[in-house]
T-cell receptor
Framework: NAGVTQTPKFQVLKTGQSMTLQCAQD?????MYWYRQDPGMGLRLIYY???????DKGEVPNGYNVSRLNKREFSLRLESAAPSQTSVYFC??????????????FGEGSRLTVL | GQQVMQIPQYQHVQEGEDFTTYCNSS?????IQWYKQRPGGHPVFLIQ?????EVKKQKRLTFQFGEAKKNSSLHITATQTTDVGTYFC?????????????FGAGTQVVVTP
């Protein structure tokens, strides 16, 4: 099994450009998450989707939108990229182990640079 | 809102030594998880603690959850070079839902042979 797959792995954007980060999981998990990781700040939740058809804001949602396309896929869109969005983005998923327990499975990350 | 703080931010250890990293939450947690991220890699789940005062061991790693469920620790004995990486704790709030875990900033561990 591939687990959680993210694309692209690397991307360089100019300020104001838009792009979508793709995430897919093959573990039949209900919950999916987008985090960003910046030096010294750990992982901060951008958006999450508790189940297919629902999405909610996390800690740092401004400048982002998400789509839970189906049970497998959860995409993150930057409509107008800003240098402050330079970061490493991780997608994660979680199975039905209880609504706020259970292991998070992370993708390999997408390294985004906004010039 | 809930805040999870980890100390130290940086830990330099000689091979064979022991060390401990600590995690403190501003609110009561329903559970706490620990993850390890190797340099250039992604976080990988290590363990989850749920019960007050719980202690779990994984070989040289010992995890504890405080009696008040507001703090946790990870103790590594006889550190090896394979222990290099950043260790994150992630707290699940007692009043929150759907896995909105609050991650600490992590403890970056460097091991000198």
């Amino acid at each position: 099994n591939a687990g959680v797959t993210q694309t692209p792995k690397f991307q360089v954007l100019k300020t104001g450009q838009s792009m979508t980060l793709q995430c897919a999981q093959d573990m039949n998990h209900n919950s999916m998450y987008w985090y960003r990781q910046d030096p010294g700040m750990g992982l901060r939740l951008i958006y999450y989707s508790a189940s297919e058809g629902t999405t909610d804001k996390g800690e740092v949602p401004n400048g982002y939108n998400v789509s839970r396309l189906n049970k497998r896929e959860f995409s993150l869109r930057l409509e107008s990229a800003a240098p402050s969005q330079t970061s490493v983005y991780f997608c994660a998923s979680k199975g039905l182990a209880g609504f706020n327990t259970g292991e998070l499975f992370f993708g390999e990350g997408s390294r985004l640079t906004v010039l | 809102g809930q805040q999870v703080m980890q100390i130290p931010q940086y830990q330099h250890v000689q091979e064979g030594e022991d060390f401990t990293t600590y995690c403190n939450s501003s609110t009561t947690l329903s559970n706490i998880q620990w993850y390890k991220q190797r340099p250039g890699g992604h976080p990988v789940f290590l363990i989850q603690l749920v019960k007050s005062g719980e202690v779990k061991k994984q070989k040289r790693l010992t995890f504890q959850f405080g009696e008040a469920k507001k703090n946790s620790s990870l103790h590594i004995t006889a550190t090896q070079t394979t222990d290099v990486g950043t260790y994150f704790c992630a707290g699940g709030a007692a009043t929150d839902s759907w896995g909105k875990f609050q991650f600490g900033a992590g403890t970056q561990v460097v091991v000198t042979p």
